[in-house]
Nanobody, 122 residues
């Protein structure tokens, strides 16, 4: 029922910032946890961040170390990922996904967007 569209990716220099957006449609969005995952070329999909349905609680992958912030605006049916101090190893396709609980497990999410490409130059 939920449809997700990511945007905001692009090319940025190391140390720069990007703000990704995940625009959602469907009545279940506001009752769902939303996560961000990424997948580099030839690599497995990796957990980045997740937030509960209200946005009150957040959880991040170990590599984030304070650089990224996930937030949501339920009135706009949108979730954001603010990425700061980007590193070349952050280059990947970034996906948002919705599920019942805010967890780092890929299998806990039911709907996925098509992804947005992030490229980081050194």
């Amino acid at each position: 029922q939920v449809q997700l569209v990511e945007s905001g990716g692009g090319l940025v220099q190391a140390g720069g910032s990007l703000r990704l957006s995940c625009a959602a449609s469907g009545r279940t969005f506001r009752n769902s946890a939303v996560g961000w995952f990424r997948q580099g070329l030839g690599k497995e999909r990796e957990f980045v961040a997740t937030t509960t349905e209200s946005g009150a609680s957040t959880f991040y992958g170990n590599f984030v170390k304070g650089r990224f912030i996930i937030s949501r605006d339920n009135a706009k049916n949108t979730v954001y990922l603010q990425m700061n101090n980007l590193k070349p190893e952050d280059a990947a396709v970034y996906y948002c996904a919705v599920g019942r609980l805010a967890t780092p497990k890929i299998t806990d999410y039911d709907y996925w967007g098509q992804g947005t490409q992030v490229t980081v130059s050194s």
